[in-house]
């Protein structure tokens, strides 16, 4: 039987995957990847204590809904300055684009 | 009627597998394309969680959200951030020491670490929940619906915002 | 007896006689499952080409044997198979190979939630609808992977189209399924067939039913819809690398999108299994889908290709407000007790 303990380790790890890659790499379509994974692991999070509960809570459920949504929004405001950011400097590396005017 | 009833404790290591695979190889893969297909893996690998979960709904809601949307402007701003160049040579981890991957490994640890120590005190969840997807409706409604309302202006907001940012200047 | 593992001889054929008869086997493999499938996307692509014939007063494939040219397909795939693949210079290997054989099984996988009879579903998960739109939505991206893995401008430019098309098409596609879910009361496919014992959806819910029919009809890029696949423009859109068995793949992922498409549509719409109980269900589900897809192939034959920026302004303005207003028809309707949210 699958405990609970087994989702949280599974989500822990997950984090570690994307703060590693949040840290790291100068990608920043890779920072990106990096910050999905982070919100998916925390939403993997909220639906191993939905299911766990007792009595179920369905607001974790609800939470998760509203991340899932909230994420979409970030990716795509995320990656319309990204695009602009190239347009202006014609890279994307986030160590060359640490001047914030212009 | 024959079941064919995968034991879920398999379907769990599977997809534990397949998931954090996808995940790293999304971030070493060389071309990000191919970056962007293995997060697309891992995300489907989530949706496989959450249906493991009684949430049937999340699992597809996720794979219309995250695979079907977000992985497609991705998808859309590396083939529009392309440089002509053919390496990507934007990676090179090497010429410093590894404290990114020190420090996530301890921030993984140590979670994993306070999460085991308190193995006993964690819900156990025994009574199996019977979560149906029609209980979704009533507490979205009644009981947040102030997000709810939130949540469409900040999709309306985030729209226009994303248009007016990546409009061409003529 | 069936004994399990078995020991003798006898034992072994009567465990393998227990499990091709066992409800699961049949569902998955004959009726809504592999065989049925793959006959009925074979006739389909016989039909539509005989149809379109009559329609342009010629007389369609004839000559490849059986009645009216009825083996032409087998001949096409014959033919497929044995053509070489050729694979673009700089190409990326693993996408070209890999996204036909996605195509055509995320195809040929919401089938397993479609009902085709009182009995006859592979899969009765609670969120059917949900299932068919996730699995529809996976579509652009794989299109425009495998465009961009041609490494070539036609089909980049091909499969970037296709992309804009299929991505504004979806929304007013689900809205309109909104309406059907009200006046059913469940996200279940078995339950939205049931709950039109009495009346079919598409008598309250028209105006739902024209956003669908004309949003599938972009979706499956099929003419007037057929920018895209602009034959003198764009040789044959996002899979003009597409050679041999690729080919074949892509084609047949094509034809069952547009089998799924109008099964849906029978679900959503047109009652289903629902019939005089003179034949069997399922031979009226699948006559109700067979005229449905007769009745998205006789565009093709008719009218002339959309402009882009009519494409666009219905897409993404005019279908969406039908389709609510329709949403909001339903809930007067439900709301004044006309009907009930499970049919009248």
Redo the contacts between chains.
Sequence with gaps: MVSLTSYLIVSAALLGIGVYGLSVKRNAIRILFAVEIIVNAANLNFAAFTRYMNPPQVSGQVIVFYSIAAAAMEAAVGLALILVAFRLNSTIDVRKLNKLKG | MVSLAIPSDIAFVILTVVTITAAIMALHAKELIYGAVSLAVSFIGIAGFFALLDAPYLAMLQIAIYVGAIVVLILFTIMLVRRDQAPEIDEQTNSESPVGLWLAGLLALAISGVVALAGASLPTGEPPANLQVSDLGPVLTSQYPVPLIVLALLLSASLLGALVLAKVER | MVVFPPTTPAELVALVIR?IT????ITVVVFPGFIHLTVVVIFLTWYERKLLARIQLRIGPLYAGGPGGLFQPLADGVKLIFKEVMIPYKA?KP?FLGIPVLLVFLSALPFAVIPFGQHWVIAN???GL??V???T??F??MI??FA?ASNSKYPFLGGLRS?FQQ?AYEIPMWISTLSIVLLAG??NLVDIVRAQQKIWFIVPAFLSFVVFFISIMAELERLPFDLPEAEPELVAGWYTEASGAIFMLIFMGLYMKLYLMSSLVTVLFLGGWWGPTILPQPVWFILKSLIVATFIIIPRGVYPRIRVDMLIKIGWTRLLIIALANVFLTIILIGTGFMTAWGI
Excluded: G, K, Q, R
């Excluded at chain 3, 066992?22 to 086997?25: A, Y």
């Design positions: 499990i066992s409800h699961t086997f990326s996408l998960i609670d969120v949900v299932f739109f996730a699995m939505s996976l652009p991206s425009l992977l961009w992309l991505v469940s996200l």
